[in-house]
Nanobody
Framework: QVQLVESGGGLVQPGGSLRLSCAAS????????MGWFRQAPEKEREFVAQ????????QYADSVKGRFTISKDNAKNTVYLQLNNLKPKDTAVYYC?????????????????WGQGTQVTVSA
C-alpha cells in the first residue's frame, strides 16, 4: 500500500511561487498516476492537475493552466506541483492522490490513496 506525504506549502505573496512535493512510500509508486486537488475554506475539494504513471500525459484545471506544472520522478518516488504567479484565489489545502489507471475523467472516487494535505496561503 502506497502512503503519501505532502510538503512545501506556506504563505506567499500574490505573484509568488511555491513547489509542492508529494513523497510516496511503497515500491509500487511507479505504477500510479498522480493527481493534485485542493480545498478552499467552505468550498468543495476540486481537481487541480494529474499526471500519468510515466509522466507522458498531464491534465490541468482551466483555473491553473499556464501557471501550475505537475511532474513526477519515479526514481525519487515523488510527484511535484510547481505553482507560479499565485493568486489569492489559489489559497487552499492541497492534496495529492494516486490512481491506478489514466483517464481524462478526474472523479475523486477514482483516486486513492490520499495524502494529508499541505496549506497554501496567498496573501499580501
Amino acid at each position: 500500500q502506497v502512503q503519501l506525504v505532502e510538503s512545501g506549502g506556506g504563505l506567499v505573496q500574490p505573484g509568488g511561487s511555491l513547489r509542492l512535493s508529494c513523497a510516496a512510500s511503497g515500491r509500487t509508486f511507479g505504477r500510479y498516476g498522480m493527481g493534485w486537488f485542493r480545498q478552499a475554506p467552505e468550498k468543495e475539494r476540486e481537481f487541480v492537475a494529474q499526471i500519468s504513471w510515466n509522466g507522458g500525459n498531464t491534465q490541468y484545471a482551466d483555473s491553473v493552466k499556464g501557471r501550475f506544472t505537475i511532474s513526477k520522478d519515479n526514481a525519487k518516488n515523488t510527484v511535484y506541483l510547481q505553482l507560479n504567479n499565485l493568486k489569492p484565489k489559489d489559497t487552499a489545502v492541497y492534496y495529492c492522490a494516486g490512481r491506478c489507471q489514466w483517464s481524462l475523467r478526474y472523479d475523486q472516487a477514482d483516486f486513492g490513496p490520499w495524502g494529508q494535505g499541505t496549506q497554501v496561503t496567498v496573501s499580501a
